[in-house]
């Protein structure tokens, strides 16, 4: 077979070719830059069944920019337990010949020795999520008994960069995770920003930090706590911004709070991805970005794949343990999950923390929003209301509600 060019779009796929060759090779050889979860479970299943039936496999990758997920190499080191697989880490390798900065891992080839033949793919396909199924990525599939010396130079690269990089190991991950937990990658923040008329502030920047760190290290949802006013949605479209999903949904609990979440996103997004509203009234299911009542897209979950949308937020996510939220948190599958509130606790004792996954990057107080000038500081007075009885026992709690509400009780605080 002649060489082919391969992207995204093209008949067979990218994905398609490395699926299909790991399924029917006697052996693999991949050099990946990045990898991450979400792009390797599309090659997961393959990959493993290729080991298992004695294929035999070896992959390299890397820690340059801090982009590989520890998921990922957790997975490698497993298969590892195979005598036919092993993994190699570049972690800082390989300096130019002054060492004085270290260079760049970057490669994308798939080499694979088939029955037939072998056959190589090279291009600039990582192992993420966007670069199998959705990038504008270029590759191209090389015979190689039509272009052996082509061959023959890629394995002596390949065997060089093995010879020089790292044995994977758990002590080398853990390693490497201490390093995400303290990272402040490049890409973090403002470069995404940089032409947005809007800017994240101060606070906003770190809450924005600490969700890419903790999805760099391998976690799919998380739990933002920020005090009311301090500018929660601004902050999730500023994330939703630097992850760039294709498709997102922002659900929340009141239909007054949906249309002013959909101008925050248009005012951070321009005209880069269009917005819909999903309630009773309205059903606008085509739009990029969907921002939806609880209550309708609870009752509307079966016109939705469960993967239709890559990025999912719930705003004012303390009601989240309530059946409309969980049904909706439970049938979708985004890759990331992203829960809004001022505060977590709830009178009833129910876990909010618990459906993110206890994972809390960030968290702002009304306290820390005031000293911070993100909310303007307030005075409060008690003032004691003769109409109502304070003597009540906890079961007569509801009586003082009534209380309050009586016409005489709101003449009294009227004046």
Known sequence: MESRFLTNYTETTFLSTIQMNLRRCKSFAFSVSFIKKAGLVLLAKDISAAIERGAK?????????????????????????????QCHLDDECFHDEKNYFTNGFHSKGYIFELENGIEMVVGSSNITRY???????????????????????????????????YELSQDRIKEYSTKLSFAIEHWDMDYDMADSEIKPNYMQRKALRELNRYRAIGQERALVIS??????????????????????????????????????????????KTCGLYNAEVKETGEDFLFS????????????????????????CHHAVADSYRKIIDYFEPEFLLGLTATENRMDNQDVVEIFGNNIPYELRLRDAIINDLIV????????????????????ERRLISQISTPENCEFIHQ
């Open 57 to 85: 496999g070896r992959i390299i990758t890397s820690t340059y920019q801090n982009f590989t997920d520890v998921e990922s190499l957790n997975y490698f080191l497993s298969l590892a337990q195979h005598p036919n697989f």
């Open 131 to 165: 670069a199998l199924l959705k990038n504008i990525e270029w590759d191209l599939v090389v015979n190689c008994e039509h272009d052996t010396e082509a061959y023959l130079d890629a394995m002596n690269e390949f065997e060089s960069l093995w010879n020089q990089t």
């Open 227 to 272: 005090a009311t006013g301090s500018g929660k949605t601004y902050l999730a479209a500023f994330d939703a911004l630097n992850f760039n999903p294709d498709r997102l949904l922002y659900i929340v609990h009141e239909g007054s709070i949906l249309k002013k979440s959909l101008e925050t996103f248009q005012k951070v997004f321009g005209g880069s």
């Open 293 to 316: 009542t609880n209550v309708s897209m609870c009752r509307s979950l079966e016109l939705f794949d469960k993967k239709e949308f890559d990025y999912i937020i719930i705003d004012e």
């Open 377 to 396: 500081p307030f005075h409060y007075y008690g003032i004691r209301d003769e109409l109502v009885d304070y003597g009540l026992t906890a079961s007569g």
